[in-house]
């Protein structure tokens, strides 16, 4: 198994502003992604995160309002860029092998 | 594309046996999981499986049929604390090599 750490857990944000989401995980792993969970509601892949080059981005999701940084196989960042209320969710970091998958804590977030 | 399909809740009462379902269409399989999810807590990993067949871990089973794109998360002598939501998720290849994609999940209610 691996352990998988996110910053910050939770964050209070004002509309407009910038929010960077950081996961570290203890041992590398081949992927990494990064999911959106609403309330009540099941995980929503944004995209995954390549080592050294740009992520790559599901439906509905771009890069300028989700810019996704992954400099090595351990360390991945997520921003959630210009944000509105309706961004407000919980964001979860996930690192997977072969035969298994880890997520983070995940980060609330709240946009007022 | 990928559709993936569970029951939205199921009930059940302690030490019964319940079975949770998942049926999937998707292109380039790579294999499928099953996640319990605690409300407020990030998902954790409960099974993997790539191979038809049963996979069986204590109390917790999964089987997985690829020609009907079927599968199946059985949980024995239940007990409260299963009282969660489980999630099904399918690791199809994509452009960026393979990604899970989850289904909306099924809340399981256990009572005394």
């Known amino acids: 198994s691996a352990v998988i750490s996110q910053k910050p857990s939770r964050d209070i944000c004002q509309r407009g502003t910038s929010l960077t989401i950081q996961c570290q995980v203890d041992?590398?792993?081949?992927?990494m992604f990064w999911y959106r969970q609403q309330p009540g509601q099941s995980l929503t892949l944004i995209a995954t995160a390549n080592q050294g080059s740009e992520a790559t981005y599901e439906s509905g999701f771009v890069i300028d309002k989700f810019p996704i940084s992954r400099p090595n196989l351990t360390f991945s960042t997520l921003t959630v860029s210009n944000m509105s209320p309706e961004d407000s969710s919980i964001y979860l970091c996930?690192?997977?092998?072969?035969?298994?998958?880890?997520f983070g804590q995940g980060t609330r977030l709240t946009v007022v | 594309g990928q559709n993936i399909d569970q029951p939205t809740e199921m009930t059940a009462t302690e030490g019964a046996i319940v079975q949770i379902n998942c049926t999937y269409q998707?292109?380039?399989?790579?294999?499928l999981f099953w996640y319990q999810q605690h409300a407020g807590e990030a998902p954790t990993f409960l099974s993997y499986?790539?191979?038809?067949g049963l996979e069986e871990k204590g109390r917790f089973s999964s089987f997985l049929s690829r020609s009907k794109g079927y599968s199946y998360l059985l949980l024995k002598e239940l007990q409260m604390k299963d009282s969660a939501s489980y999630l099904c998720?399918?690791?199809?290849?994509?452009?960026?090599?393979?990604?899970?994609?989850f289904g909306k999940g099924t809340t399981l209610s256990v009572s005394s």
């Open positions: 041992s590398q792993v081949t992927m």
């Open positions: 499986n790539v191979l038809d």
């Open positions: 998707t292109s380039g399989f790579n294999g």
């Open positions: 998720a399918v690791r199809e290849l994509n452009q960026a090599g393979t990604a899970l994609i």
């Open positions: 996930s690192g997977s092998w072969d035969t298994e998958a880890f």
